[in-house]
């Protein structure tokens, strides 16, 4: 409410003043009933390396400059498995939280990505989202999630997956 009123002009009511500072009286006396004191605690919140990091590299230099708590891994956006791989061993050696996401990835690259957060027995809820958006598959068998939501790791060689060459070429630009 203060942000609405401060930058796009909003008035705030009576209530609406009440209710901010009801707000901020709330929060005062929840921190000073657990600690006596008001302050920002700097580990309350994990930083965690995402869109920046790409390469084994950079998960290296983070944890020599002591820049974050966590990885959020993306294998698509990381040049492939092996890349992606040894960017976990790093991640999992020095301790770091991961966490699993994706790039709206179609097919092949969504099952790229399930082989390896299953090689590493990842269990947290990762934000794969490829097939809510990306409607069309090039498989036999698609990815598609269970009724609970999540994704099985596929299981055969390779990636686990087969290509439907019909739908290959039923997708393909006209030459």
């Given at each position: ?34 600690g ?11 930083i965690?390396?995402?869109e ?16 974050a ?9 990381s040049?492939?498995?092996?890349p992606s ?11 770091m ?6 790039l ?32 069309a ?17 596929p ?9 439907d ?11």
């Amino acid at each position: 409410a203060l942000l609405a009123a401060a930058f796009l002009g909003e008035r705030l009511g009576l209530l609406g003043w009440v209710g901010t500072a009801v707000s901020f009286c709330g929060v005062a006396l929840i921190s000073l009933g657990e600690g006596g004191t008001l302050g920002i605690d700097p580990g309350a919140l994990p930083i965690l390396l995402d869109e920046g990091m790409i390469s084994p590299v950079d998960i290296v230099e983070a944890i020599r400059l002591d820049l974050a708590d966590g990885v959020v891994m993306k294998p698509a956006r990381s040049a492939g498995l092996m890349p992606s791989k040894r960017q976990w061993e790093i991640a999992q050696d020095a301790g770091m939280m991961i966490l699993g996401s994706g790039l709206t990835d179609p097919d092949m690259s969504l099952a790229a990505t399930l082989a390896l957060f299953g090689a590493f027995k990842y269990t947290l809820p990762a934000a794969l989202n490829g097939p809510q958006f990306v409607d069309a598959t090039v498989l036999k068998t698609p990815l598609n999630p269970g009724p609970d939501a999540t994704l099985a790791v596929p299981t055969g060689p390779g990636l686990g997956i087969e290509v439907d060459e019909a739908k290959l070429r039923a997708l393909a630009a006209p030459a």
